[in-house]
């Protein structure tokens, strides 16, 4: 199962103690972000099997050459853009109708959440909704919100998910 990394502070010291497969800088607050994103694409790309990626910004992200971008899910409009500058694309999603969309408009990942309980991000969708989604489809899904622990990854896992994406797991 991939690990996807998403973090506001990245350290290098995170990124080798954990090996993700995905990391995304996600900074929404930051007012240096360009800057910023810069120095954590290069600092990941000195890990050869680690796919970087900018939160939102996908022409940022394709003149920084990071791998890819993870558009929010009010942003399906910008997946035919980003795939068209060549860069992989993940997007939010919170139903199966649009994880089939992200699909249809050409997506390679989607995050589908809150799947454990998460502050601010509404019912989490449980493990049962999970493993239903993955039974749906055949696009790569990392489960998202409230994975913390190892008893939660365990729990994901099981669910046959491509991945699962966490902050707080990576701390």
Do not use: W
């Not at 996908?58 to 980003?82: C, E, N, P």
């Not at 989607?110 to 449980?126: D, L, M, Q, R, W």
């Not at 749906?136 to 994975?147: E, Q, S, V, Y």
């Amino acid at each position: 199962m991939k690990k996807y990394l998403i973090t506001a502070t990245p350290s290098y010291l995170q990124l080798r103690k954990h090996m993700p497969d995905f990391a995304l800088y996600r900074d929404k607050e930051n007012k240096n972000y360009a800057r910023d994103a810069q120095n954590f694409v290069q600092m990941c790309k000195t890990l050869k099997t680690l796919k970087v990626f900018l939160h939102q910004d996908y022409r940022l992200a394709k003149k920084l050459d990071a791998d890819g971008v993870h558009l929010t899910s009010q942003q399906f409009g910008d997946i035919i853009q980003a795939k068209a500058l060549g860069l992989d694309v993940i997007i939010s999603t919170h139903t199966h109708d649009e994880v089939e969309r992200a699909k249809s408009m050409g997506a390679d990942y989607v995050t589908y959440s809150p799947i454990f309980a998460t502050p601010n991000k509404g019912e989490p969708k449980g493990i049962s909704a999970l493993e239903e989604i993955v039974n749906m489809t055949d696009m790569k899904i990392f489960a998202l919100g409230g994975i913390v622990s190892q008893q939660e990854v365990d729990a994901v896992a099981k669910t046959g998910v491509y991945g699962f994406a966490s902050i707080r797991y990576f701390l």
